[in-house]
């Protein structure tokens, strides 16, 4: 999968849980939410690309996954706590659904082969 199908592909799972999630729990803007999705998602896609090749070697798979998603979910928090809610604990619960699902979704596609 090229970098581009696999950054539009992880904008439209993150978007859709992050709104899904936001509306359902009524955390705030449910739009608010999808846009907060696509910036942050602008924004660390690129790190994940190229951090995971150069990692995995290092640290194997499976801890460069989890060390560098749990990064990522850091990071994306911070965007939704400016764009979505005051809470600090929704920005995270929302941007750890986002990321769970995308990623969960990616790791399935590459099993498969299709990635």
């Not at 904008?11 to 955390?27: C, D, K, N, P, T």
């Not at 907060?36 to 660390?44: E, I, M, Y």
């Amino acid at each position: 999968m090229s970098q581009s199908t696999a950054l539009l592909l992880s904008i439209m799972i993150e978007s859709a849980v992050a709104a899904a999630l936001v509306g359902a729990a009524r955390w705030g803007s449910a739009p608010r939410a999808a846009v907060a999705a696509v910036l942050a998602t602008l924004a660390t896609h690129w790190a994940v690309w190229w951090s995971v090749p150069w990692l995995t070697p290092r640290l194997g798979y499976g801890p460069t996954v989890v060390a560098v998603e749990g990064a990522v979910v850091a990071v994306e928090a911070i965007v939704y706590r400016l764009i979505v809610t005051r809470r600090w604990p929704r920005a995270l619960a929302v941007s750890l659904a986002a990321n769970a699902a995308s990623t969960g979704i990616g790791l399935a596609l590459y099993g498969l082969g299709l990635a």
